[in-house]
Structure formats: C-alpha cells, structure tokens
C-alpha cells in the first residue's frame, strides 16, 4: 500500500527556517498529477499552501517553496522566514487522477500523518 511519510517539523523562531520533507513509498512521485503541501492549525479546516504546479496560497508566496526530488521519490517544502501564523500540522497530498482539474480544486488521493511545525514569536 502506498505510503507517504512527513518529516522536519520542528519549532522555530519567527523569521527562521525549516525544511520539510515527505518521502513516497511504494509510489512515484513522477506517477503524481499534482502534488501539494496542506496545513491544518487547531480548531481550523485543512488548507492547501504550496502546489507542484508553482501556485501557492497568498499568505506564503515568496516565503515558501515547494521542490520536487524524483531521483529521491520526495517532495520537499522549504520555508523561509516563518510566522507565528504558519504554526500548524503539515501534510503532504498526492493525487495520481487524470482529468481531475486544477491542483488547488482537487481531492487528493494520498496524504501522510504529518509533521507539526511551531513558529515562537
């Protein structure tokens, strides 16, 4: 059964930096249609941030960056000068459906357990 595992969660101060991965198990990263970072803070619904086809939710553009690692089977979400408001769980989503419509308007077929991120002002 195919698996996606989250890490690099951590705490950081505001304007620090952390990088987060998700490594694909027993599925290919090239067999995705669209890849995508999402977070969930407590007590809100799940958001998508970053996208594999380069759109990323208005509240971190130019802060985050989305990359992808085939030759690792991984997609990595690197971000930059962090806000307390980016404090949530992190999930990685694959979805490996044709004709599914744009990245942000899916449903995705895979997601992970996540990786919680605290920003400390």
């Known amino acids: 059964q195919a698996q996606l595992v989250e890490s690099g969660g951590g705490s950081v101060e505001a304007g620090g930096s952390l990088k987060l991965s998700c490594k694909f198990h027993r599925l290919y990263t090239a067999s995705a249609v669209c890849l995508a970072w999402f977070r969930q803070a407590p007590g809100k619904r799940r958001v998508g941030v970053a996208y594999g086809d380069g759109m990323y939710a208005d509240s971190v553009r130019g802060r985050f960056t989305l990359t992808l690692d085939h030759r690792e089977n991984a997609v990595n979400l690197q971000m930059d000068n962090e806000k307390p408001e980016d404090s949530a769980m992190y999930y990685c989503?694959?979805?490996?459906?044709?004709?599914?419509?744009?990245?942000?308007?899916?449903?995705?077929?895979?997601w992970g357990q996540g990786t919680q991120v605290t920003v400390s002002s």
């Open positions: 989503e694959a979805d490996l459906k044709i004709g599914g419509g744009s990245c942000r308007a899916r449903e995705y077929d895979y």
